[in-house]
């Protein structure tokens, strides 16, 4: 008997089936009220889910221009009683990574209940030649009254148009940060998201759900390079609790010498109190049987700590530094889907590291 050479698992588990959208719906743009659009800092004067000013005073590397059309750190809350919630969207691109599902890619995914309890219950279903789609998020039974919605936005790709669809005649209202408060993440491809499964599982996602803060996501892959004019931009974004330097691994050690302290310098001239931390590179899989990449990233962590050792006995009593080497744990070489980029196990390790720092230093107590 002949056997087809392609395997479809959709047409052999029902789990694995992406179907269409089917139902009534009632559809609303998360940019009014009284859902709210939350991760892209110049939303309200640009209306766009970019993670960059499109004009901004400052010149912008071409590759972190394109980069800042990627949505990863975006959010869109709101409180609401419906029991079927969906989005349907037009992104800029089809999936086209190797390495990263196309569901953290391209994907949103949703979360239900109130700040820091948030619990995960579903991810977008669409083709893999897919640039635009409708899904099905949520389908339940009715909540008693109302509940917050939390939807992160793809990682890796643009987001042209979205919508939310819920049950005809839900209840919408709007949902509050009980902390006003904004993380800011400035780094690498690891910092914006490569290669998590889902957008939700990104560690800087992860760590704004535990300590209840919006999530400013400045992950520019391989080119966040601690540039002045990356300095310069970021330093006007308001609201900010923290600042996170995790942007070590895109540089050269010469790279890193020479921007690290200039790049704290500029962000201190406008935020002279902002706390900032500054996290070393996680550990590649190929430092097992490669010394000289651990002799590398050991002189980068210790210029690191040196730097802000030497700005805090200046006086700069705000500026933190953590050994990121440390945050895969003794198994870092079972984090990663190619050695570099870490997996869910890896960002959610990478979380729970970054994430005790950040939480003693804005005094949070974590449950």
């Known amino acids: 008997m002949d056997k087809s050479s392609t395997i479809r698992p959709g047409s052999l588990d029902k789990n694995m089936t992406v179907t269409a959208l089917e139902g009534e719906w009632e559809w609303h743009s998360p940019k009014e009220k009284p859902m709210a659009v939350l991760g892209f800092a110049w939303l309200e004067s640009e209306g766009l889910y970019r993670r960059l000013p499109a004009h901004p005073s400052e010149t912008l590397p071409p590759a972190v221009d394109m980069l800042a059309d990627c949505t990863a750190g975006g959010q869109i809350r709101f409180r609401t009683n419906a029991s079927r919630i969906a989005v349907r969207a037009i992104l800029g691109g089809s999936p086209n990574m190797y390495h990263m599902p196309g569901t953290g890619q391209n994907g949103f995914d949703v979360y239900l209940g109130e700040p820091g309890e948030e619990r995960y219950v579903g991810t977008v279903r669409f083709e893999p030649h897919q640039a ?69 599982m990104s560690y800087p996602q992860q760590i704004g759900r535990s300590l209840c803060r919006e999530v400013i996501n400045l992950g520019f892959s391989g080119n966040g390079k601690g540039e002045p004019e990356l300095a310069r931009i970021i330093r006007e974004i308001e609201r900010v609790d923290a600042l996170v330097l995790d942007y070590e691994s895109n540089c050269t050690l010469e790279g890193y010498l020479s921007t690290l302290e200039p790049f704290i310098r500029l962000y201190r001239e406008k935020n002279p109190l902002t706390p900032i931390l500054v996290s070393t590179k996680i550990r590649y899989a190929k430092e097992a049987i490669q010394p000289s990449l651990t002799e590398l990233r050991i002189r980068k962590r210790d210029f690191a ?55 003693g230093i804005l005094g949070i107590v974590r449950k």
């Open 132 to 200: 635009a789609y409708a899904s099905l998020l949520v389908d339940g039974s009715p909540p008693e009254g109302l509940r917050t919605v939390t939807i992160n936005f793809p990682l890796y790709q643009s987001v042209q148009e979205v919508e939310v669809g819920l049950s005809p005649g839900a209840e919408v209202a709007e949902a509050v940060f009980p902390q006003p408060g904004r993380l800011v993440f400035y780094g690498t491809s690891i910092t914006q998201g490569g290669c998590a499964s889902r957008p939700g």
């Open 305 to 359: 700590r040196e730097v802000v050792e030497r700005l805090t006995a200046e006086g700069d009593a705000n500026l933190y530094w953590c050994d990121g080497g440390n945050h895969l744990g003794e198994r870092f070489d079972e984090c990663t889907v190619d050695g570099v980029h870490p997996t869910d196990l890896g960002f959610a390790r990478m979380a729970e590291g970054i994430g005790q720092h950040l939480a």
